[in-house]
């Protein structure tokens, strides 16, 4: 059976084609290291890879925002034992100031520590954080927590001016985690402790006159109150960083699931890429030499 010229030419030309295309093919999957290269590869594994990897992406927000509200109730939680820490000087000062023996001159000399305590503990219920919002206003984060009003009578100028809403982030699939804290109660003892200085600052003030004592201890109450209030906010951010250091150790262990299952279905063998990849090369050369050879032959050639 005779072959026109024309036509194994282009038998020729295809297989040659063929060829050189499965070694570009398998020489990207080595460059790359992924055995699919494409969809129709593989189309079983391909969706399958594609899921993990929507997993995968899923899991690392989740661990970024667990990294962000980790840092965060972190900060809360130092500003918050701050003010514990201010409120149990202030305490002892209280004690202090209701011991009989005070002379009125003493007493005058608590007001400066008095006043001191009171504004650091506005100044820590106000905090502001990098992006110049207040951390401990609830949802309302433009809002300063704490109001104050220098018109209004004494023990009642300061108010709570945020509101007690949870700011919740997702930390997993169908999980939040709540990531502010609130102070409302702590005007309470802001209003006691103004109320305090006022009457200390007297020139003639007698610890021992009921009215004295009945409003030092009722500042004194006030902090034991305020004390367990925040303390107990403390409490609840070490809590939530358990839980979110458990939730975070989870998401780990699934990453690292993940990646190795990644890693099984679309990592390429290269040794068996490499022998294939020879193969594909060895049959273009011997199609390159058959096809030299081939066309010097005529008709001519067998006489």
């Known amino acids: 059976m005779r072959i026109a ?3 194994y030419q282009a038998m020729m030309t295809q297989s040659l084609q063929q060829n050189q295309e499965r070694i570009t093919y398998v020489t990207q999957q080595m460059a790359n290291g992924n055995r699919i290269q494409l969809p129709s ?3 079983v594994d391909s969706v399958r890879l594609s899921r993990l990897k929507r997993e995968e992406a899923g899991i690392k927000q989740y661990r970024s925002n667990i990294a962000a509200v980790n840092e965060r109730l972190g900060k809360n939680e130092g500003y918050l034992q701050n003010m514990v820490n201010d409120m149990g000087s202030g305490r002892d000062l209280l ?3 209701l011991d009989g023996s005070n002379t009125s001159q003493d007493l005058n000399a608590m007001v400066t520590s008095l006043v001191s305590l009171r504004d650091s503990l506005s100044y820590s219920a106000n905090t502001i954080d990098q992006e110049g919002r207040y951390v401990f206003s609830g949802t309302v984060t433009g809002t300063a927590p704490i109001a104050y009003n220098a018109t209004a009578p004494l023990g009642s100028r300061y108010s709570y ?3 007690t809403n949870d700011q919740l982030v997702v930390v997993g699939n ?6 502010n804290q609130n102070i409302k109660g702590v005007e309470n003892l802001l209003n006691q402790l103004d109320q305090a200085i006022g009457t200390l600052s007297g ?5 021992n006159d009921p009215a004295v004592r009945s409003v030092l201890t009722a500042t004194l109450n006030g902090f034991d109150d305020t004390t367990n209030l925040v303390a107990g906010k403390v409490a609840v951010i070490g809590g939530q960083q358990n839980v979110l250091k458990t939730i975070d150790a989870n998401h780990e262990n699934v990453s690292l699931s993940n990646q190795t299952a990644i890693l099984d279905i679309g990592q390429l063998d290269v040794g068996t890429a ?3 990849l020879n193969g594909y090369q060895t049959a273009l050369q011997a199609s390159y030499m058959a ?3 081939i066309g010097k032959l005529s008709l001519f050639s067998a006489l």
């Open 203 to 207: 020139s003639t003030v007698n610890v």
């Open 41 to 43: 590869d593989d189309p």
């Open 174 to 179: 169908g999980i939040t985690q709540v990531a």
């Open 161 to 163: 001016a945020g509101n």
């Open 274 to 276: 490499a022998i294939e």
């Open 5 to 7: 010229t024309s036509q």
């Open 291 to 293: 096809y030299s050879k």
């Open 95 to 97: 004690v202090w100031a």
